[in-house]
């Protein structure tokens, strides 16, 4: 299995799960979202500080595998300093991208690195995971979020 993994496992997704960005509870946080996979042991809890409709500060907590981990650092990297209102777009593009490989229109940056996860669907749910909790955050929903009650 980890030979056919080893494509995936590309340099930016081993440096982002080894060293992980943004890694620490927000004290205050406006916003916390907790996502959970249970097929895959992976948790997570997002922390958001909102200035206005912005995201000032994102960081997380959690544990999981290593596609997990680099998906939440990544986002992280990602979220901080956009709009609520982007957070809802990026995802479809994000979603769209690891179920299906396609990239679509425009840059998305370090992000592209998980289009190679659409060919182990077991993993598309450690990619998209921390995703569904920063649109869990984004709409103040308080109730974590599991990868089994959502698609997919
Ligand atoms: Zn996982």
Redesign the pocket.
Known sequence: MFDELSDLYQQVILDHSKSPRNFRPLEQPSRTAQGH?PL???NITLYVRLEGDVIADITFQGS??A??RASASLLTESLKGRRLAEVKPLFDRIHEMVTTGQVGDGDLGKLAVFAGVHKFPA?V??AI?PWHAALAAVEGKGAPVSTETVNP
Request: aromatic share 0%; net charge positive.
């Open positions: 996979n895959c042991g992976d999981g595998c596609i997990s993993r749910k450690c995971l």
